[in-house]
């Protein structure tokens, strides 16, 4: 059987501050302990660059850069939707893209 899902990703950097703690810390708490939603995972990057084109990367003489960070997380539409406003205020603009996809739902769960 299909079941259609929303991904969504989100793009930080190491170390960016939320409003009480870790901004990465923050929206992982929304995500987990109030809204549930299926699935998270946190990408850290080894190198990358935003819209100023400052490239952040890690090397043995600037060990405490800022490296890249990528939440991505899943669910039903209407799930994604209520997250989304949970931490809106948390993302910067620009950093969240949300895209549709189907996949299979076999009797474990979900297949990609």
Known sequence: MQ???TVVRI???EGDPGHHSDLMEEILSVL???HRVQ???VFRGISGFG???EIHSSNLLHPKIHLPLVIEFFDEA??????IEAIGD???DGHLLRWSMSCEVG??????
């Not at 209407?78 to 997250?83: F, G, I, K, S």
């Not at 009797?107 to 990609?112: E, T, Y």
């Open 11 to 13: 793009y930080l950097r």
């Open 39 to 41: 699935g998270v995972t």
């Open 78 to 83: 209407e799930a994604v939707d209520a997250a």
């Open 32 to 34: 987990h302990d109030d």
């Open 90 to 92: 948390l993302v910067p």
């Open 107 to 112: 009797p474990d769960g979900i297949n990609f």
């Open 51 to 53: 819209q100023h084109g």
């Open 3 to 5: 079941k259609k899902m």
